[in-house]
């Protein structure tokens, strides 16, 4: 498990990342990926989601949207986001984030558990400042947002969407099994912030 309370790891170790390797992600096709080869040949920007129905995750993958593929290009890094639901709400996270790059689905959580990503439904602490990307929207928001976007909007979606208290984490990996840097969510509105993020992977932003 993570012991630092800020959720900053060490970085993750080259055993662990050897075992994270042989992992399956799926693909909106429904496609085992070996996790290891998203990041075997270049760096790597991964970013676990939590529920693929998580507003607050929406408004983040929202903005990740607004990162430029030139800008990536130029700094030789991909980016790819990961969902800890089932694979068949990929095309709708799509449509719901206007998110076009690489996404896919740990329905196990295999991942999540390796990496130690954690549970929780706690929320921002009292007087913490809440991360950039959520700012202007009210958690209340946030909950009617993802309710639309899930069940009402998509029924037939429901309890394929991941485990609601599972949080995700934000790591820069590869070339190969190295990582460069990690932070694990501690609870459920913490990712880092995009332009912090981009600046760890050395991508210019915005």
């Known amino acids: 498990?993570?012991?630092?309370?800020?959720?900053?790891?060490?970085?993750?170790?080259?055993?662990?990342?050897?075992?994270?390797?042989?992992?399956?992600?799926?693909?909106?096709?429904?496609?085992?990926?070996?996790?290891?080869?998203?990041?075997?040949?270049?760096?790597?920007?991964?970013?676990?989601?939590?529920?693929?129905?998580?507003?607050?995750?929406?408004?983040?993958?929202?903005?990740?949207?607004?990162?430029?593929?030139?800008?990536?290009?130029?700094?030789?890094?991909?980016?790819?986001?990961?969902?800890?639901?089932?694979?068949?709400l990929i095309k709708n996270y799509r449509e719901t984030t206007g998110y076009s790059g690489a996404l896919y689905a740990d329905h196990s959580r295999a991942l999540y558990h390796l990496l130690a990503l954690t549970t929780s439904l706690a929320l921002t602490l009292a007087g913490q400042e809440k991360r950039g990307y959520l700012a202007g929207r009210s958690f209340v928001a946030n909950v009617v947002k993802s309710i639309w976007d899930g069940p009402l909007k998509n029924p037939q979606h429901i309890g394929k969407q991941g485990d609601i208290s599972q949080l995700g984490g934000d790591f820069i990996l590869g070339p190969g099994n190295v990582c460069a840097f990690a932070s694990r969510m501690q609870h459920t509105e913490d990712h880092v912030d995009v332009p912090e993020l981009m600046r760890e992977a050395g991508v210019v932003y915005p």
Not at 44 to 49: D, G, K, N, S, Y
Not at 64 to 79: D, E, G, I, K, M
């Open 1 to 88: 498990m993570n012991n630092d309370p800020e959720g900053k790891s060490p970085q993750l170790s080259s055993d662990v990342l050897e075992q994270a390797a042989k992992l399956q992600v799926y693909d909106d096709q429904g496609n085992a990926v070996a996790f290891g080869t998203l990041y075997q040949d270049q760096k790597t920007i991964v970013v676990f989601i939590r529920h693929f129905f998580c507003g607050s995750c929406q408004q983040y993958v929202i903005q990740l949207a607004t990162v430029s593929p030139h800008t990536l290009a130029q700094a030789n890094t991909r980016l790819v986001i990961i969902g800890c639901g089932d694979w068949h």
